[in-house]
């Protein structure tokens, strides 16, 4: 079976600091990567996709990917209040236009 | 990115009826997807639906408990039928935007009594 692998937390991180997601997968063919945010009540809001090996830097937000160790990691720089939320690692396993497997999500605390 | 409509937004049904949502997106997409998010659980997709074509299911979900249609490339509904309180669940639609990149409507939160 197809799996992807978070943490569940809470992870609390202090204002201003780093915060680190982590999520591994098992299918080694997996092709592409999501990063996903969804507050409590609200659907899935997409942060950042990463394909290939290495770091991809948007605003505060960094996805690391190594295939090798098929790990994919976010970090969330100057981490505030309103990064409080459940962070969802998602993969697509096929490749191509296809569906997501998700993770069960890590939940963010940032505290003030 | 596309934006992407529900209806209805939530529901409270009796069990052994039938509910079907409605997804409307603002541009024709190729790939529209069904997800379902259990109370405290992740998501689970359900089906890919295509245009012009039968929805392709994922393992563990039926077409005749969960018929799909999708007439065009901004429309499809999926339908929740024979409902028990199993199915009390967030349903989610999703759109590729041509990019691999797949964004979501706001949901339709179900509960089955």
């Known amino acids: 079976q197809k799996e992807v692998e978070q943490n569940s937390g809470p992870l609390s991180v202090p204002e201003g600091a780093i915060a680190s997601l982590n999520c591994t997968y098992s299918?080694?063919?997996?092709?592409?990567f999501f990063w996903y945010r969804q507050y409590s009540g609200k659907s899935p809001e997409l942060i950042m996709f990463i394909y290939s090996n290495g770091d991809k830097e948007d605003g505060r937000f960094t996805a690391q990917l190594n295939k090798a160790s098929q790990y994919v990691s976010l970090l969330i720089r100057d981490s505030q209040p309103s990064d409080s939320a459940t962070y969802l690692c998602?993969?697509?396993?096929?490749?191509?236009?296809?569906?997501?497997?998700f993770g069960k999500g890590t939940h963010l605390i940032i505290q003030p | 990115s596309a934006v992407i409509s529900q209806k209805p937004s939530r529901d409270i049904c009796q069990r052994g009826t039938s509910l079907t949502i409605q997804c409307q997106v603002d541009?024709?997409?190729?790939?529209m997807f069904w997800y379902r998010q259990q109370p405290g659980q992740s998501l689970t997709l359900i089906a890919t639906?295509?245009?012009?074509?039968?929805?392709?299911?994922e393992s563990g979900f039926v077409i005749d408990k969960f018929p799909i249609s999708r007439p065009n490339l901004t429309f499809s509904t999926l339908t929740v039928s024979n409902m028990s309180p199993e199915d009390s669940s967030i349903y989610l639609c999703?759109?590729?935007?041509?990019?691999?990149?797949?964004?979501f409507g706001p949901g339709t939160r179900l509960t089955v009594t």
């Open positions: 999703s759109v590729d935007d041509g990019v691999d990149e797949q964004y």
């Open positions: 299918d080694r063919g997996s092709q592409s």
């Open positions: 998602a993969v697509n396993i096929r490749g191509g236009a296809d569906g997501l497997t």
């Open positions: 541009s024709q997409v190729t790939m």
């Open positions: 639906a295509n245009q012009g074509s039968e929805a392709t299911y």
